[in-house]
């Protein structure tokens, strides 16, 4: 892991899609975790957004939709494919620094 996840970030408009872990996803463990821990508990969507995103569900409520939406298939994605590539590249990092 290159960067230090944050307890409570700031979110972009959208969660990165790509198929590697970026320096964002990094900093946004903690957000997607309490976005899985939400959506497994049913929680409306909307509070869910004002209180992990920062986002305001009724000023914008499109947007912050789409915020949310973005974020928790980010969130879903690293449960089902991205642990692999966080596993990948502790792996690489442990190598480089330990060649043996």
Not at 12 to 18: K, N, T
Not at 31 to 48: C, K, P, S
Request: aromatic share 8%; proline share 6%; glycine share 4%.
């Amino acid at each position: 892991m290159r960067v230090r996840p944050e307890l409570d970030p700031d979110v972009d408009d959208e969660a990165p899609s790509g198929p590697d872990i970026t320096l964002y996803d990094e900093v946004h463990f903690l957000t997607y975790l309490r976005l899985l821990d939400a959506d497994a508990e049913g929680a409306d969507w909307a509070e869910v957004a004002r209180f992990v995103l920062h986002r305001d569900p009724v000023d914008e409520e499109a947007r912050t939709r789409r915020c949310w939406e973005s974020h928790l298939a980010r969130a879903q994605w690293m449960t089902k494919h991205g642990y692999r590539r966080i596993l990948e590249q502790a792996i690489e990092e442990a190598r480089e620094v330990n060649p043996h």
